[in-house]
Protein backbone atom coordinates (compact mmCIF):
# COMPACT_ATOMS: atom_id res chain seq x y z
CA UNK A 1 0.00 0.00 0.00
CA UNK A 2 0.86 3.33 -0.39
CA UNK A 3 -0.02 6.36 1.35
CA UNK A 4 -0.63 9.90 -0.21
CA UNK A 5 -0.70 13.65 0.50
CA UNK A 6 -1.58 16.49 -1.31
CA UNK A 7 -0.17 20.20 -0.41
CA UNK A 8 0.23 23.17 -2.88
CA UNK A 9 -3.29 24.36 -3.68
CA UNK A 10 -4.78 27.78 -3.25
CA UNK A 11 -6.33 30.62 -4.99
CA UNK A 12 -4.11 32.43 -7.98
CA UNK A 13 -5.10 34.98 -10.63
CA UNK A 14 -5.61 33.62 -14.33
CA UNK A 15 -2.27 33.60 -15.74
CA UNK A 16 -0.61 32.37 -12.85
CA UNK A 17 1.14 29.00 -11.52
CA UNK A 18 0.84 26.94 -8.95
CA UNK A 19 2.73 23.78 -8.16
CA UNK A 20 1.33 20.64 -6.13
CA UNK A 21 2.93 18.54 -4.66
CA UNK A 22 2.08 14.94 -3.35
CA UNK A 23 4.05 13.15 -0.68
CA UNK A 24 3.89 9.06 -0.58
CA UNK A 25 4.54 7.14 2.39
CA UNK A 26 4.79 3.34 3.32
CA UNK A 27 5.90 2.44 -0.24
CA UNK A 28 7.83 4.16 -3.13
CA UNK A 29 6.14 6.57 -5.88
CA UNK A 30 8.80 4.48 -8.53
CA UNK A 31 6.71 1.31 -7.69
CA UNK A 32 3.45 3.12 -9.09
CA UNK A 33 2.39 4.94 -12.52
CA UNK A 34 1.66 8.21 -10.50
CA UNK A 35 -0.93 10.67 -11.82
CA UNK A 36 -2.57 13.54 -10.96
CA UNK A 37 -6.77 14.33 -11.70
CA UNK A 38 -9.19 16.50 -10.63
CA UNK A 39 -12.88 16.89 -10.18
CA UNK A 40 -14.98 20.27 -10.80
CA UNK A 41 -18.33 20.95 -9.26
CA UNK A 42 -20.80 18.86 -11.05
CA UNK A 43 -18.23 16.86 -13.11
CA UNK A 44 -16.61 13.35 -13.08
CA UNK A 45 -12.99 12.83 -11.73
CA UNK A 46 -10.89 13.11 -14.95
CA UNK A 47 -7.44 12.43 -15.70
CA UNK A 48 -4.58 15.45 -15.70
CA UNK A 49 -1.60 13.84 -16.15
CA UNK A 50 0.56 10.59 -16.01
CA UNK A 51 4.02 9.39 -15.33
CA UNK A 52 4.67 6.00 -15.52
CA UNK A 53 6.84 3.73 -13.58
CA UNK A 54 8.89 3.42 -17.21
CA UNK A 55 9.45 7.21 -17.29
CA UNK A 56 6.71 8.30 -20.03
CA UNK A 57 4.40 10.91 -19.45
CA UNK A 58 1.09 11.69 -20.72
CA UNK A 59 -1.17 15.28 -20.38
CA UNK A 60 -5.01 15.94 -20.86
CA UNK A 61 -5.31 18.15 -23.92
CA UNK A 62 -6.94 21.04 -21.44
CA UNK A 63 -3.08 21.06 -20.25
CA UNK A 64 -0.77 20.50 -22.48
CA UNK A 65 2.02 22.56 -22.94
CA UNK A 66 1.02 24.14 -19.87
CA UNK A 67 1.16 21.39 -16.93
CA UNK A 68 4.47 19.40 -15.97
CA UNK A 69 4.35 16.27 -13.83
CA UNK A 70 7.67 14.88 -12.55
CA UNK A 71 8.71 12.53 -9.79
CA UNK A 72 11.59 12.83 -7.31
CA UNK A 73 13.05 9.46 -6.07
CA UNK A 74 14.78 11.25 -3.12
CA UNK A 75 11.46 12.61 -1.55
CA UNK A 76 9.43 9.79 -2.49
CA UNK A 77 6.69 12.52 -4.18
CA UNK A 78 5.14 13.66 -7.30
CA UNK A 79 4.66 17.70 -8.47
CA UNK A 80 2.24 18.77 -10.97
CA UNK A 81 3.89 22.25 -11.96
CA UNK A 82 0.81 24.52 -13.37
CA UNK A 83 1.47 27.52 -15.29
CA UNK A 84 -0.95 30.15 -17.51
CA UNK A 85 -3.61 28.92 -15.49
CA UNK A 86 -7.84 29.88 -16.60
CA UNK A 87 -10.74 29.43 -14.47
CA UNK A 88 -11.88 26.44 -16.18
CA UNK A 89 -8.37 24.89 -14.14
CA UNK A 90 -10.83 25.30 -10.98
CA UNK A 91 -11.32 21.94 -9.44
CA UNK A 92 -9.87 19.66 -6.55
CA UNK A 93 -6.93 17.96 -7.45
CA UNK A 94 -6.12 13.90 -6.51
CA UNK A 95 -2.96 12.48 -6.41
CA UNK A 96 -3.25 8.85 -7.63
CA UNK A 97 -0.52 5.85 -7.40
CA UNK A 98 -1.43 3.13 -9.88
CA UNK A 99 -0.28 -0.37 -9.26
CA UNK A 100 0.02 -2.09 -12.40
CA UNK A 101 1.88 -5.18 -13.54
CA UNK A 102 2.37 -6.82 -16.99
CA UNK A 103 -0.28 -4.23 -18.02
CA UNK A 104 -3.13 -4.88 -15.53
CA UNK A 105 -4.01 -2.09 -13.19
CA UNK A 106 -4.41 -4.08 -9.62
CA UNK A 107 -5.02 -1.41 -7.37
CA UNK A 108 -5.48 2.54 -7.18
CA UNK A 109 -4.81 4.50 -4.62
CA UNK A 110 -5.67 8.48 -3.91
CA UNK A 111 -4.75 11.29 -1.84
CA UNK A 112 -7.52 13.33 -0.24
CA UNK A 113 -7.43 16.04 -2.70
CA UNK A 114 -6.58 19.35 -2.65
CA UNK A 115 -8.31 22.85 -4.70
CA UNK A 116 -7.53 24.68 -6.90
CA UNK A 117 -8.78 28.43 -7.68
CA UNK A 118 -8.75 30.28 -10.76
CA UNK A 119 -10.60 33.49 -10.09
CA UNK A 120 -9.56 37.63 -9.92
Known amino acids: QVQLVESGGGLVQPGGSLRLSCAASESSVSDYDMGWYRQAPGEQRALVAVLTRGGTTNYADSVKGRFTISRDNTENSVSLQMNSLQPEDTAVYYC??????????????WGQGTQVTVSS
Open 96 to 109: NAALIRAGVRLDDY
